[in-house]
Structures are given as C-alpha cells and as structure tokens.
C-alpha cells in the first residue's frame, strides 16, 4: 500500500466521527527504534542487558510503569523515577532531533485539521512529547495533549482517552483512535472508541 492508499483508508475509517485521538510515539512519530535505544542504553547502566521485545509488548505505557516491568524481569530493585528520568534524558539528548514523522498519519492529520477536532493521547512526558510534536510539525495542530501522569492510569486504562475526549467536549462513541501498539487499542476499546492500528493497515 502507497503512503496515499494509507491515508485514504484512514479518512474512510474515520470518516463517521467527530474527533481524532493520535497515540504520538510509533503513530505521528516514527520513533519507537530510537525509544527502544534509549530504554536499552538506561537499562545497561544498571546492569540490564534489556530484551527490547519488551517496548513492544508496552507500546503506549508510561515510562515509570515500563521501569518497573523491566525491574520485576530482570529481578532488579532500583528507582523507577530515577530510571524513567534517565531514560527520557538520553532519549532526548541524543535520538529526538532525528524523528520523522509517519508520513501517512500526518497527511491524515492535516486532511482533517478544521473538519473534526484533534486530540493527542500519549504515554510519554509532556517535557519529551513537546519537543517530538516540534521536530516533526505537529505543535499548534491539536486541541489537547494528554500525556503520563495526567490520570490515575495510563494505557491500558480507558481513563487518558476518557479524558481527551470530555476536553475536546465529545462523546467517547464519536471519538476515534489512531494506535500502534496493543494498550492503546485496549484503551480505545474500554472507552468505547473506534480504533485503528496504523500499522496494519
């Protein structure tokens, strides 16, 4: 499939709602191998030699709560918000400035600027998310971002989806979602969304 047959069928899937909800990391931003090298650098510096199939298995989780699965596998006790901390560090210090966006989601993204409202929901830390949004031309072009620690629980809970959608002031049934990882796409579910794995298309 074309990066133009990719953005014609999400305009087709999401044609019928009234707002787009974009998970940012591995959907706007084709990033998650530079995520993956940072996890895997902030886990060598406590002696972890991290399996990165594990990012996978948590796309969307927040940083701190990837921290503590790394800990409970490899039988390791240390601070998950100093892990989560380092992690974000090195990410952005060295692999943020060289993220591109996914072409066809950001075609899909500007197609639908003015027709529908335009929410980002994110595991990620606003400070890390913020300068994603700007390397790849996406600030200015959303209503809301939300983002770790901005409910009790991130993906897989419904709860940041929930809360996108009451402040883009639309019913969760009229909001769909742009994934690329499991937990969103069980997020999405839970609230009651309709969904796509941008991925698999």
Known sequence: MTIADKTQ???ELSA?????LYDVDGTLADNMSAHKAAYAAAALEYGIHLDTDLIDETAGWPTIAVAELIAQRYDKTFDFDEFALRKSTIFRTEYIQQTKPVEHVMQHLRQEL?????????????KTLEITLEV??????YETLVCAGDTPNGKPSPEPFLLAAKQLNVDPERCFVLEDGDPGVQGAIAAGMGWVRIDQL
């Open 114 to 126: 003015g027709n529908k409202k335009i929410g980002l929901v994110s595991g990620g830390t606003r």
């Open 9 to 11: 069928k999400l305009l």
């Open 136 to 141: 790849i031309g996406v600030k200015g072009l």
């Open 16 to 20: 019928s709602y009234d707002a787009l």
